[in-house]
Structure formats: structure tokens, C-alpha cells
């Protein structure tokens, strides 16, 4: 797990200053190593902070060459095929100096070019320079685990693992995207391949960017929907038959993830996911495995009681840690830098004392992410269901049941009685799961007003042709290729790379991902029942007992941490004059927000969103008076 960054110019050369400049901005992710190359012309360079992994030689060295080739890569996360591959590749006539997956890669590219990502499993952001070529190739994987920003500016291309490395190279930091201001005020994040910068773009997962002579083309190598249209076969399979597809797969997931040669552990939050992934480390490997939760002083919101006793009953070596409000008053003032864009997740405080804790023990860490939007894990899903055969009434029925909503107060009832005169199932979730509405965001942020806005629920459409899937299915896709790579993903890979921990995802395994995408609908969602076909599988390693409880996530205490410790702060980044230097958000409608809240009134997401919002306006931009275009 590394830091990449990387410049290329059509008409000048990049200097070696610019590229430390570049790798010293992301050095958090890369703290054992270090390198840059710059091509003989000096028009093209590369750079990089290693974390040390697999071959902890000097010959797992980056920027990294294959002698004779003149191709260079500088490449962040890990192929775990690579054993498979080097041996495939070394029929083929090639020979190999290290025992790093890096050089695998490299010379993948030198044998089948671009289609090389199509046989990689793994995790993955890379650049490769092609001296005899002239050509840059660059990838991210398939579901976005690793992220890749860029701009484009004058038939230069610059490229790095976070935002930090571009602002290091000049990039521009104004104005502020509208479209991403919009879409950061509906789901709390900012979705690729926008970036908060108008400038600056986000690599789509699953795909490519090749620069030849000053173009970019950008081009899609995987498509989650080309195993989404339909369940093929396994419409027939029984559940015992597909539990045991499952579990194979899962095994070898795990087996592949266990490659290393620094200490591994796990993170355990008692839920089904991380339970499921560290019971088949166990089974797996066969050997004592470490793992790691966080909890809180309230039980009615801390999962850590449940996940001692799951670590109890798999034998693991655990270790958990209580977060306070002391501790997220003195992690919120870290999160502009370690998020670089405005992101409110309020899970990214756990994700980060949980990565800290980790990190003591060992240097890469197995997660349970991706379970929830592969097996329908969110509750969203379940009440959508109870709620979809209501689209079958006519609309107009619809739009008088809705009418007594406008006597509740504003908050989540509200926005759901409301929501029932909805054109569709997809339009009802966009409507109402979300941090404010559309006027809501326009009051907040003057700019917006007028501004259209791409919902989640015409992305879903556009996506979903035909007619050929349930509008379950449907959100569970939106979620896969947008709420999961721009929230918890991201969530994960900077809390994690912030304390220079490598965390991987096994459940997110693309053939794990292919196989749940083909499943028939009622082998991830049952009669209100959740997760199916993984709770079978399961239930094989841990008794349903220790894992049969409401679903709470990795929430927080959000609305108690705002209206203690965290008030002060609150009040001071959301002063009227402090938003008045900047601009961005309305004193007068910010101010009506707090107040609500701080009567009791609900609201506790929108009021971080908006903080988060103001806290990295004040760490980038204390020149105050940004520009929204």
C-alpha cells in the first residue's frame, strides 16, 4: 500500500522538485520508502512513498523498471494473483528480480498491454510511463478500493493517490465545483469522477486512462451491469448448492488476502461482515488471528460487547478501544487534511481511532466492507420493501395519503409520508434517504439556487435498461458503484493510509462481487430477511446467536457529541461571521438549522455535513470568498 503521484507535459519538462513535492504530500501513506524518476527528456515523471508489504527488499523499490524495457510503474495496492501470474508470465519468457506483485504488473503490461487489469484480482491504483511509446497508462480497480485523481490542463497530465499531491503540483483549487457542492449536501460525499474542485477529476473505478501526445482517453474495463441483468443459471441452483459457491469463493478471497510479510489482523465490529471474514481467516489459515474494535460508553450504541463475544468464540487475540467525545473532539480538527474534500460520514471518527488502534499491532488490517450493497444488508432496503407494493395504487392516491405530512415537523417522518406520492420506488429513496432536500440545499448555499441537480435515482434509471430490474436490485447497483466507492471506501482507504495502514476488503473480491450480482433476488432479501445467503454461509463458522441482532453499523452518538463537547466547536466554525468571510453557506439559513437542533429538534447529519462543509473551507481556503461555478 502506497502513495503515487506522477506528472507528464507535452511541451516542457517536470521537475524533480515538483515530483518530491508531489510524494511528500501523500508520505502518511508511504512512510518506509521513497522514489522518483524523471524520463530522459524530462517530460515525464514519477514518484512514490512505499509501505512496505510483500518483498521488504530493496528490490521491492518504486519508481521500478524492467532492465532493458524503458517502462517505469509507481503502483498502490496489491494483486494477489500475482504468484499465479509471475508463473504464467515466466513460460511466456520472462524473468524477474524481485518477489514483489509491482514487477508482475510491469511486465503483464509489457506482454497484453491495456487488457492486463482484466487479470488482476485485487486492489489497485497504477501508472505506467512507456518511454518507447510516449504513452502513460494508468488504472484503478474494479470496485474503487484504491483512489486516482488527475487534471488535465494544456496536454499535461498530473496524477496522484489523494488531492494533496495535485495541489502540490499547481492544480487549481477554484472554483468549487456547483454540481459537487450539490451532490456533497444529498449524501454527505462527493461523487467520481467529480472531485470539489472544478478542475480536477476522479478515475472512475473500473476503468483507465491512457495519455498519448497531450490526449487523454479514459475507457471502462468493468461493468458491474454485465452481471446485473439477470441471475443466468443460478436462477435454478438451490441455496445450499449456491451457499457452497459462496463459501469457495469467500475461502479463496481470504486465502489471497492473507499474502504478507508484515503482521495482519482484522477489524471486528460483531456484525455479520467482519464476523464472517475473520471466522474464515481463522478456518483458513488455521492460525491465531488479531482483531480490533471500537466501541462507546453508551451499550444501547456500541457494538463492542457483541464483538468480544464473537473474538471469544473464534479464539482471536482482541483488543478494543472506547471512544469518547474527548477523542472526537480531538480527531475533528484532523479531518480536512486526512479527507482533503468535504466529507460526512460521521463513522470517518471510528474508522480513524480503530485504524490507530490497529496500526500499533500490525500493518495491514481485513475489513468486512461491501457486504451491506452486494447481500442487501441496509435497512434501507427492507423498508423499501415493505413499502414497494404501495406504487401499484394510483398516484393520485398516493398524493392524498401524503397530504397529512404536512402537519408533522421537518425531519425523516416528514420526508417519508411525504415521499409516498413519488413517481417510483428508486424516486422515493433519492427523496427521502438524503441529507437535505433540493430547496434545502439552495437556502444553504446560495450558489445552488437554479442549480439541477443529477439524482441517484435518474442515475439508477439510466443505468437499469429495460425494465429488467426489480427497483431493489436497482438501488442495491447505485449503491455499489456510487455510495460504496465515494463513502465507505473512501472512508476506509484515508482513515487507514492516515496512520499508514494497509486495510483490505475481501467481500469486495470482483469474483465475490460477479457472483452476488447474478444471485436471484430472494437469496439476498427474504420476507424482511437481510443477507440471506451470507447468513447461511455463516452460520457454518458462528452460531447465529452471537450475530442475530438489529443492525447498527459503525454509527456514532452524533447528535450527544454535538450538543456536549462538541457544541463549542459547532458554534464557533458555524459563527454568522465566519460563514460571511467565506461565502459559501448563508448565515441567516445555517443559523435557522442550529437553532433547531439545539431545541431538540432532529437533524444531527445535517448540522456535521455542514460543519465538515466549514471546517475545510477554513484548512484550504482561509483567503475566504471562494468561487462556485
Known amino acids: 500500500m502506497c502513495g503515487i503521484a506522477g506528472c507528464v507535459d507535452a511541451h516542457g519538462p517536470v521537475s524533480g522538485e515538483l515530483l518530491a513535492r508531489m510524494a511528500g504530500a501523500v508520505r502518511h501513506r508511504g512512510p518506509d520508502d521513497d522514489g522518483i524518476y524523471?524520463?530522459?527528456?524530462?517530460?515525464?515523471?514519477?514518484?512514490?512513498?512505499?509501505?512496505?508489504?510483500?518483498?521488504?527488499?530493496?528490490?521491492?523499490?518504486?519508481?521500478?523498471?524492467?532492465p532493458g524495457r524503458d517502462c517505469w510503474i509507481v503502483f498502490n495496492g496489491e494483486v494477489y494473483n500475482f504468484g499465479e501470474l509471475r508463473a504464467e508470465l515466466?513460460?511466456?519468457?520472462?524473468?524477474?528480480?524481485?518477489?514483489?506483485?509491482?514487477?508482475?504488473?510491469?511486465?503483464?503490461?509489457?506482454?497484453?498491454?491495456?487488457?492486463?487489469?482484466?487479470?488482476?484480482?485485487?486492489?489497485?491504483a497504477f501508472a505506467i510511463w512507456d518511454e518507447r511509446t510516449r504513452v502513460l497508462f494508468a488504472a484503478r480497480d474494479r470496485l474503487g478500493v484504491k483512489p486516482l485523481y488527475y487534471v488535465v490542463e494544456s496536454g499535461r497530465l498530473a496524477f496522484g493517490s489523494e488531492l494533496k499531491s495535485l495541489v502540490a503540483a499547481g492544480a487549481p483549487t477554484g472554483p468549487l465545483d456547483a454540481d459537487a457542492l450539490a451532490?456533497?449536501?444529498?449524501?454527505?460525499?462527493?461523487?467520481?469522477?467529480?472531485?470539489?474542485?472544478?478542475?480536477?477529476?476522479?478515475?472512475?473505478?473500473?476503468?483507465?486512462?491512457?495519455?498519448?501526445?497531450?490526449?487523454?482517453?479514459?475507457?471502462?474495463?468493468?461493468?458491474?451491469?454485465?452481471?446485473?441483468?439477470?441471475?443466468?443459471?443460478?436462477?435454478?441452483?438451490?441455496?445450499?448448492?449456491?451457499?457452497?459457491?459462496?463459501?469457495?469463493?469467500?475461502?479463496?478471497?481470504?486465502?489471497?488476502?492473507l499474502i504478507s510479510d508484515v503482521p495482519l489482523g482484522a477489524f471486528l465490529s460483531g456484525g455479520l461482515d467482519s464476523t464472517l471474514v475473520v471466522a474464515l481467516m481463522r478456518a483458513v489459515s488455521g492460525a491465531d488471528v488479531r482483531t480490533f474494535t471500537i466501541g462507546f460508553p453508551d451499550a444501547r450504541q456500541s457494538e463492542a460487547a457483541a464483538a468480544a463475544a464473537v473474538a471469544r468464540h473464534l479464539g482471536t487475540t482482541h483488543l478494543d478501544l472506547t471512544a469518547t467525545e474527548r477523542d472526537a473532539q480531538d480527531v475533528v480538527p484532523l479531518l480536512p487534511d486526512i479527507f482533503d474534500?468535504?466529507?460526512a460520514d460521521s463513522s470517518q471518527i471510528p474508522t480513524y481511532l480503530v485504524s490507530r488502534l490497529t496500526r500499533q499491532y500490525v500493518t495491514v488490517a481485513l475489513s468486512g466492507d461491501g457486504g451491506d450493497e452486494l447481500f442487501g444488508g441496509y435497512d434501507n432496503y427492507a423498508r423499501l420493501a415493505r413499502i414497494a407494493p404501495w406504487w401499484r395504487a394510483p398516484r393520485a392516491l398516493r398524493a392524498a395519503s401524503a397530504l397529512p405530512?404536512?402537519?408533522?415537523?421537518?425531519?425523516?417522518?416528514?420526508?417519508?409520508?411525504?415521499?409516498?406520492?413519488?413517481?417510483?420506488?428508486?424516486?422515493?429513496?433519492?427523496?427521502?434517504?438524503?441529507?437535505?432536500?433540493?430547496?434545502?440545499?439552495?437556502?444553504?448555499?446560495?450558489?445552488?439556487?437554479?442549480?439541477?441537480?443529477?439524482?441517484?435515482?435518474?442515475?439508477?434509471?439510466?443505468?437499469?435498461?429495460?425494465?429488467?430490474?426489480?427497483?431493489?436490485?436497482a438501488m442495491m447497483l447505485t449503491d455499489l458503484e456510487r455510495y460504496l466507492p465515494n463513502d465507505i471506501l473512501t472512508k476506509v482507504d484515508r482513515a487507514s493510509m492516515a496512520v499508514s495502514l494497509e486495510a483490505r476488503v475481501p467481500l469486495l473480491?470482483?469474483?465475490?462481487?460477479?457472483?452476488?450480482?447474478?444471485?436471484p433476488l430472494e437469496m439476498r432479501m427474504r420476507e424482511g430477511r437481510?443477507?440471506?445467503?451470507?447468513?447461511?454461509?455463516?452460520?457454518?463458522?458462528?452460531?447465529?446467536?452471537?450475530?442475530?441482532?438489529?443492525?447498527?453499523?459503525?454509527?456514532?452518538?452524533?447528535?450527544?457529541?454535538?450538543?456536549?463537547?462538541?457544541?463549542?466547536?459547532?458554534?464557533?466554525?458555524l459563527a454568522p461571521e465566519r460563514l460571511a468571510f467565506f461565502g459559501v453557506l448563508d448565515p441567516a439559513a445555517v443559523a435557522n438549522r442550529v437553532a433547531r437542533f439545539a431545541r431538540g429538534g432532529a437533524g444531527a447529519e445535517g448540522i456535521w455535513a455542514l460543519l465538515m462543509l466549514q471546517l475545510w473551507l477554513e484548512r484550504h481556503h482561509p483567503e475566504g470568498r471562494v468561487e462556485i461555478a
Do not use: N
Not at 45 to 61: C, K, Q, V, Y
Open 38 to 66: 524523471r524520463s530522459p527528456d524530462g517530460q515525464a515523471g514519477l514518484a512514490f512513498r512505499r509501505l512496505a508489504i510483500i518483498d521488504l527488499s530493496p528490490a521491492g523499490h518504486q519508481p521500478m523498471t524492467v
Open 90 to 124: 515466466e513460460a511466456l519468457g520472462h524473468a524477474f528480480r524481485s518477489r514483489s506483485d509491482t514487477e508482475v504488473v510491469l511486465h503483464a503490461w509489457l506482454e497484453w498491454g491495456e487488457r492486463c487489469v482484466e487479470r488482476f484480482i485485487g486492489m489497485f
Open 183 to 257: 451532490d456533497f449536501l444529498a449524501r454527505g460525499y462527493v461523487s467520481a469522477p467529480r472531485t470539489i474542485y472544478r478542475g480536477v477529476r476522479a478515475l472512475l473505478p473500473g476503468h483507465t486512462l491512457t495519455w498519448r501526445e497531450g490526449a487523454v482517453t479514459v475507457r471502462r474495463y468493468w461493468d458491474p451491469l454485465d452481471f446485473a441483468t439477470g441471475p443466468g443459471s443460478r436462477a435454478q441452483a438451490d441455496e445450499s448448492r449456491l451457499a457452497d459457491e459462496l463459501d469457495e469463493l469467500l475461502r479463496s478471497s481470504i486465502r489471497y488476502r
Open 341 to 343: 474534500e468535504p466529507f
Open 405 to 473: 405530512a404536512r402537519l408533522l415537523p421537518h425531519g425523516t417522518r416528514r420526508r417519508a409520508l411525504e415521499g409516498l406520492a413519488s413517481a417510483d420506488p428508486l424516486t422515493y429513496a433519492e427523496q427521502v434517504w438524503r441529507l437535505f432536500r433540493r430547496h434545502e440545499a439552495a437556502a444553504l448555499v446560495p450558489a445552488l439556487r437554479g442549480h439541477v441537480e443529477d439524482s441517484e435515482a435518474g442515475y439508477a434509471a439510466r443505468r437499469v435498461t429495460g425494465g429488467r430490474m426489480h427497483p431493489l436490485e
Open 509 to 519: 473480491d470482483h469474483r465475490v462481487v460477479e457472483f452476488a450480482l447474478g444471485l
Open 530 to 573: 437481510t443477507k440471506v445467503l451470507l447468513r447461511r454461509v455463516l452460520s457454518r463458522y458462528v452460531p447465529p446467536a452471537l450475530t442475530e441482532r438489529p443492525k447498527r453499523g459503525f454509527s456514532v452518538p452524533l447528535a450527544t457529541w454535538l450538543r456536549g463537547d462538541l457544541r463549542s466547536l459547532t458554534a464557533t466554525a
